[in-house]
């Protein structure tokens, strides 16, 4: 049994207080807290090992080179990669999904074909694809949620055709806190010749990821919001794909050789990490890892749904409270958005922040989905492992403090 006190003592930052109150961090989707252990492996290859990677013969040169290729192994065994060469390290999830619209998209896109996203995408999956069909013609197109928020694969099975090219879906939402049945929709995606590229930012960090059970061909996620650095993040791609692929940006580190007018290219990953990566980022992430695994993911996963059980009924019996998304905590990750009628979430986060609430309010990247759901913003609470019920109390008594305050449902 995880001791999840114990666990919580290892985030310092959560034992502060904001505006005279107890801290109760609600924004784990915007970006999680770094423990102690990460922040002692990121202090210590600052203090021993740092030094480029790749180029130097040195000792310590030697040593980062061998850390950084390190967290690459951890996180192919963390995702279940069939290879270290699937793995791409990016500044984060964006970067990530770029890489993909620019490099892969670049070559098998053309007027007329169809890429076909989800409507609940955050931008990032999202406007890469966009700006993609302009620039070459193809049409994007989107599938359709069902009446309790989440990805209607009979939609999917309308909108993917022959013609698809690329299915880009999230594996979970920032908003809805909907999973995506991504194995089906990969098969789906295959069946058609199409490739699926999955953003796993809301995923990987919150419950177990294998991509090769998956199927999916790419997948992105971010470091910040599972415990390690910002600025570090993962791309996987399936080998062969990588292969075939163009570079995403040219420099050092990415070439085989150079001449006067001509370049040959590095192998995967390396063709994709041109110029000194954030090897600090990468070893991080690693740190990170050993620790979500040394809670077990499974562990992590049940934790958070024990937390939504309580917030969730909780939140949908408030009055002047609307929940987005499906009211079964059973189909829930950590990310309940809401709003109080009658008032901006804007006010809401800030009247929440004055008790000591930490919470998200806006279109969370997301404006396609909130014109979908009829609203222009939302509040968002996001839970992680080190949340408690003493959370999820100061959360709904903070809402409660600011209907009061606004004197909601009285006017
Ligand atoms: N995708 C989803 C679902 C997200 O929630 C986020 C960040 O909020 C991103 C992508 C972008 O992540 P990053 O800004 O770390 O690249």
């Given at each position: 049994m995880t001791e999840w006190d114990d666990v919580r003592?290892?985030?310092?930052?959560?034992k502060q207080r904001v505006n005279g109150e107890r801290l109760a961090y609600l924004d784990n989707a915007a970006t999680t807290q770094r423990p102690t252990p990460v922040l002692k492996d990121l202090m210590n290859f600052y203090q021993h090992d740092n030094a480029n990677v790749h180029?130097?013969?040195?000792t310590l040169a030697v040593r980062a080179t061998n850390e950084y290729e390190n967290a690459r192994q951890t996180v192919q065994h963390f995702i279940n990669a069939a290879d270290e060469r699937e793995i791409i390290f990016t500044r984060g999830a964006t970067e990530g999904l770029n890489l993909v619209a620019a490099t892969y998209s670049r070559q098998h896109i053309h007027e007329g074909d169809e890429i076909v996203v989800s409507i609940a995408e955050h931008h990032s999956n999202l406007v890469p694809w966009q700006q993609l069909a302009i620039a070459t013609g193809a049409c994007l197109k989107y599938i359709d949620l069902t009446t309790t928020g989440e990805l209607d694969l009979a939609a999917a099975e309308k909108q993917i055709?022959?013609?698809?090219?690329i299915v880009a879906v999230t594996?979970?939402?920032?908003?809805?806190g909907t999973i995506t049945p991504l194995q089906q929709l990969a098969a789906l995606a295959h069946q058609h010749g199409a490739v699926i590229v999955a953003d796993g930012a809301q995923a990987v960090p919150h419950f177990a990821v294998d991509v090769q059970q998956l199927g999916v061909d790419f997948y992105a996620f971010s470091g910040h919001k599972m415990l390690s650095g910002m600025g570090i993040g993962v791309l996987y791609g399936r080998y062969d794909l990588l292969a075939a692929m163009p570079p995403y940006q040219f420099g050092?580190?990415?070439?085989?050789s150079v001449q006067r007018q001509s370049t040959t290219f590095a192998e995967p990953p390396y063709k994709f990490e041109?110029?000194?990566?954030?090897v600090a980022g990468a070893i991080s992430l690693a740190s990170a890892i050993h620790y979500l695994q040394g809670l077990g993911m499974a562990e992590v996963e049940r934790h958070e749904r024990e937390l939504v059980a309580t917030a969730l009924p909780r939140l949908l019996a408030e009055d002047h409270v609307t929940v987005y998304g499906p009211h079964d905590p059973a189909k829930h990750t950590g990310v309940i958005a809401f709003n109080i009628t009658g008032l901006h979430p804007h006010d809401v986060a800030t009247a929440l922040d004055m008790e000591g609430v930490a919470v998200r309010a806006g279109h969370h990247c997301a404006q396609p989905l909130m014109d979908y759901l009829g609203v222009t913003a939302t509040a968002r609470a996001s839970f992680y492992f080190y949340n408690n019920q003493q959370d999820v109390d100061q959360l709904i008594h903070a809402i409660r403090e600011t209907k009061e305050f606004f004197h909601v449902g009285s006017i």
């Open positions: 003592q290892d985030f310092p930052i959560l180029r130097g013969v040195h055709t022959d013609r698809t090219k594996h979970a939402s920032n908003v809805l050092g580190e990415m070439i085989s041109a110029g000194t990566p954030n």
